[in-house]
T-cell receptor, first 114, second 114 residues
Framework: QKEVEQNSGPLSVPEGAIASLNCTYS??????FFWYRQYSGKSPELIMS????GDKEDGRFTAQLNKASQYVSLLIRDSQPSDSATYLC??????????????FGTGTRLTIIP | ETGVTQSPTHLIKTRGQQVTLRCSSQ?????VSWYQQALGQGPQFIFQ???????GRGNFPPRFSGLQFPNYSSELNVNALELDDSALYLC?????????????FGPGTRLTVL
């Protein structure tokens, strides 16, 4: 089982609609959760961080965390063509060597259709 | 702009050669993490440096090594390059070691091994 799983997509959403991106993780001890956006050929850019169960809103973005279900999601409201990118879910976890590290999913490719 | 810089931007090497990649962390950050991102994959944790010492390591062989300097800048060295080492190499800086703190990525170095 992968440590952090995301649907690779592509996910196509009409402009102005809500895009919903999902992520599950395997380490029940994880405490920190991040969403990064990555445009093709560029490096990841932080969108949201969330540490507690529930919702966290920032502009058009809402992160949702459910630790009991080991599930984190990102909602993008009023989707814009500029939101077309790959969205990476990242979770802190303990490595095989016993140290704490950030583990990424493979990313979901999102396309906003004008 | 995150304030994290990396050099060089692109690099082409041949199999068996050695390479050094450089990273300057964001002002005020004392921790640098290095990641390898193959095409179509999420970033994979290589190692992290905190106060000039390796603070954690992922599943990478010893030919991947690093340094952190007193000004918190860092180097990633890869010896005996293999074709599979071709990837985008990302460094990320943060204030707190481990995986709990937000990590900000530099623009990356694209390494091609022929």
């Amino acid at each position: 089982q992968k440590e952090v799983e995301q649907n690779s997509g592509p996910l196509s959403v009409p402009e102005g609609a809500i895009a919903s991106l999902n992520c599950t993780y395997s380490d029940r001890g994880s405490q920190s959760f991040f969403w990064y956006r990555q445009y093709s050929g560029k490096s990841p850019e932080l969108i949201m961080s969330i540490y507690s169960n529930g919702d966290k809103e920032d502009g058009r973005f809402t992160a949702q965390l459910n630790k009991a279900s080991q599930y984190v999601s990102l909602l993008i409201r009023d989707s814009q063509p500029s939101d077309s990118a790959t969205y990476l879910c990242a979770v802190n976890s303990i490595s095989n060597f016993g140290n704490e590290k950030l583990t990424f999913g493979t990313g979901t490719r999102l396309t906003i259709i004008p | 702009e995150t304030g994290v810089t990396q050099s060089p931007t692109h690099l082409i090497k041949t199999r068996g050669q050695q390479v050094t990649l450089r990273c300057s962390s964001q002002s005020g950050h004392n921790t640098v993490s290095w990641y390898q991102q193959a095409l179509g994959q999420g970033p994979q944790f290589i190692f992290q440096y905190y106060r000039e010492e390796e603070n954690g390591r992922g599943n990478f062989p010893p030919r991947f090594s690093g340094l952190q300097f007193p000004n918190y800048s860092s180097e990633l060295n890869v010896n005996a390059l293999e074709l599979d080492d071709s990837a985008l190499y990302l460094c990320a800086s943060s204030f707190i070691a481990g995986g709990t703190d937000t990590q900000y990525f530099g623009p990356g170095t694209r390494l091609t091994v022929l």
